[in-house]
């Protein structure tokens, strides 16, 4: 285990005890602990705004809430889990028999031990999650119910953190922080992503990467409608979540299919040998269907490990810190990291001796290359590039065609553009 894959593991640990939702202090106190590791620009965005076809809601908060029986024995109690109250409930304080407590308990029959997830966010609603095993120990009689929640206007928090790059074209990297105590969905993304931040920021990228913390759907639909400008400079793009559990990697095309980001997962999936999966685009899952919204169209795809839905502690009270684990978070991390390197160093270039194939020699170039442990690969890479370089081709396409790897091919272009013989 090494100290990024810990430390990683630690922030979702530190995350995982607060009640988040779309709104509310559970957001911003995650938003804090996340501003501890990279600096963040926090966003307010007030009740009522329009955002696209959307309307930013109330905002919801909760202090305490409970079921106890006669005795006041707490046999539900939301200080144990945020899991155990319906997502966006109104405050209820009132006494019921069972019977009637019965409509608003939620519980997952096939599996008695698990709490369920269940939110009611844009519908006046309460409710609690329980075990089943739990629900078939109550005794018929008077329970108390309270929830000491609010729903009231406020705002809709976000945060975004921007790595400088060579040029203002951008990557984004999106995750979001709606969800309570769930680990792998989807605290283990946001701390990939914010990992991922600081080691970007320790080297000078080519492309800008806007790092977007906010709640799922109306998150980045808000985030969408306050930079409809800054959106045309947005080239590619990744949705993280789910990357903390013990699945294959899988990773999801954007809509367009063929954009550059598909292309350079698919590549460094295939290249790593790593077992992996890749679907294609459907308008269901994470914020991706929001990027690739057809007005918006952005070539962002969806890295996870296993997907939404795709195991069965999703949206459960199994989603928990034993779910997760610091390899399985590095090794997400790990394909992120490679995934930007391709995109990074992916261009197009021009060869300037077009005619024939120029003497490589006399330049020093096979010289330059004498020691190397692939010196025949990285001459024919070197070939393949001066070949391929007709300013439609990029370097990932030479690497494709020549079966080469992208960092020796992207080192031969290197050479190249240093000697004089081909230009981006």
Not at 178 to 194: E, F, M, Q, R, Y
Not at 338 to 355: C, K, M, Q
Not at 372 to 391: E, F
């Amino acid at each position: 285990m090494t100290e990024v894959s810990e430390e990683m593991y630690t922030l979702v640990e530190r995350m995982y005890p607060l009640c988040r939702s779309i709104t509310g202090d559970g957001v911003r106190a995650t938003l804090d602990i996340v501003g501890e590791y990279i600096p963040l620009q926090v966003h307010e965005v007030p009740t009522g705004t329009q955002v696209l076809d959307w309307t930013v809601p109330q905002e919801w908060n909760i202090r305490d809430a409970y079921i106890a029986d006669t005795a006041g024995r707490r046999v539900v109690d939301f200080a144990a889990s945020s899991l155990h109250v319906l997502g966006y409930s109104v405050p209820v304080s009132k006494t019921m028999p069972l019977a009637e407590l019965r409509a608003h308990l939620h519980t997952l029959p096939d599996h008695p031990t698990w709490v369920p997830y269940r939110t009611s966010y844009y519908r006046p609603e309460w409710g609690f999650c329980l075990a089943q095993e739990t629900l078939d120990a109550l005794p018929d009689g008077e329970y108390e119910v309270r929830i000491d929640s609010t729903l009231e206007d406020g705002h809709l928090t976000y945060a975004e953190h921007v790595v400088p790059g060579q040029v203002p074209d951008e990557v984004i990297v999106s995750c979001h922080v709606c969800h309570p105590s769930l680990a792998n969905d989807n605290l283990a993304g946001i701390a990939v992503a914010t990992f991922l931040a600081r080691a970007l920021a320790r080297e000078t990228p080519y492309h800008t990467y806007r790092f977007i913390y906010a709640p799922g759907t109306i998150g980045a639909i808000t985030w969408l409608a306050r930079n409809a400008e800054r959106v045309e400079r947005v080239k590619h793009g990744l949705v993280l979540a789910c990357a903390g559990d013990p699945g294959r990697l899988t990773y999801k095309r954007s809509r367009r299919g063929d954009a550059e980001i598909d292309r350079v997962l698919g590549h460094v999936l295939a290249a790593s040998e790593r077992p992996h999966h890749i679907t294609e685009f459907t308008p269901y899952g994470y914020d991706e269907r929001q990027y690739c919204s057809p007005g918006f169209n952005l070539g962002v795809g969806s890295l996870t490990r296993t997907p939404y839905a795709g195991y069965p502690e999703y949206h459960t009270s199994a989603d928990n810190l034993d779910f997760v684990s610091p390899e399985a978070m590095a090794d997400t991390l790990a394909v992120c990291r490679e995934a930007f390197a391709v995109l990074d160093r992916n261009r197009r270039y021009l060869n300037l001796s077009p005619y024939g194939e120029p003497q490589l020699g006399r330049r020093g170039l096979y010289d330059a290359l004498g020691g190397r442990s692939d010196t025949k690969q990285a001459q024919m890479a070197m070939l393949w590039v001066l070949n391929l370089s007709d300013g439609e081709h990029s370097l990932l396409d030479v690497a494709e065609r020549s079966g080469l790897p992208f960092d020796t091919v992207a080192d031969a272009a290197g050479a190249l553009h240093g000697a004089g013989l081909i230009k981006a």
